[in-house]
């Protein structure tokens, strides 16, 4: 039996499209969010019933948790990379065209991503959209600026990741004031690493300090 024939009878691995993919976790804050900021419901019997609603509709829409992560990465069963000028259809590829022509220096291209994770955490209460939307969207800009993609990664997390915790409808906050009976907006002149690592952040986008430069085309390498 030859590769061709071979390649034909193995089933391929299914790749749902982002808005599918992104389905589970936004239900998921919903029940959350309407659950106890509605229905008082214990934080941690939302969590479990969370979890047996993502993995019901993973069930009903036939897609494993592998296949969602290649819907949110935006990636080809195969396993390698679209271009990601393509990725997730026309509408987000003129978001990135456009995105590129306005955002042309460094400090620019920090405050963009800055201000992208936070609007995605405040929108979606999600740790993970805040991360995933912003690395999505904005990765085509850093790597056409020659900056390596250690800069996206950690200004993401360092801005829409640390906020989570201090909105009250985020998943994180709801399960704080359940757990501990204490409201994001009661802590949140106490949490200052979680705003101040922004202003940091800021800093270094205007000054070019810690802006690392794309050394490999392969950024999975060590060194990279």
Do not use: C
């Not at 906050?173 to 802590?187: K, M």
Request: no cysteine; charged share 15%.
């Amino acid at each position: 039996m030859d590769e061709k024939s071979r390649s034909q009878e193995s089933p391929q691995p299914r790749k749902p499209s982002l808005t599918v993919a992104l389905v589970p976790l936004v239900l998921m804050g919903l029940l959350l969010g309407v659950g106890y900021g509605v229905y008082k419901i214990k934080p941690q019997i939302l969590l479990v019933a969370a979890a047996f609603l993502t993995g019901g509709l993973g069930l009903v829409l036939r897609f494993s948790w592998k296949d969602m992560e290649r819907g949110y990465r935006g990636q080809h069963p195969q396993g390698h990379a679209r271009h990601p000028d393509h990725a997730h259809g026309r509408y987000p590829a003129r978001l990135l065209e456009r995105a590129m022509r306005s955002v042309t220096k460094v400090w620019t291209i920090v405050l963009t991503t800055i201000v992208t994770a936070i609007t995605s955490a405040l929108v979606t209460g999600s740790s993970y959209l805040s991360m995933i939307i912003p690395g999505e969207l904005l990765s085509a800009i850093y790597k056409k600026k020659g900056l390596a993609a250690k800069n996206l990664s950690r200004i993401i997390e360092e801005s829409g990741g640390v906020i989570v915790p201090l909105i009250p409808w985020s998943m994180a906050g709801v399960y704080i004031t359940g757990t501990i009976g204490v409201s994001p907006l009661a802590y949140l002149p106490w949490a200052v690493m979680n705003y101040v690592s922004v202003i940091i952040l800021m800093i270094y986008g205007l000054t070019g300090i810690t802006m690392a430069p794309k050394v490999r085309e392969d950024e999975t390498q060590i060194g990279s």
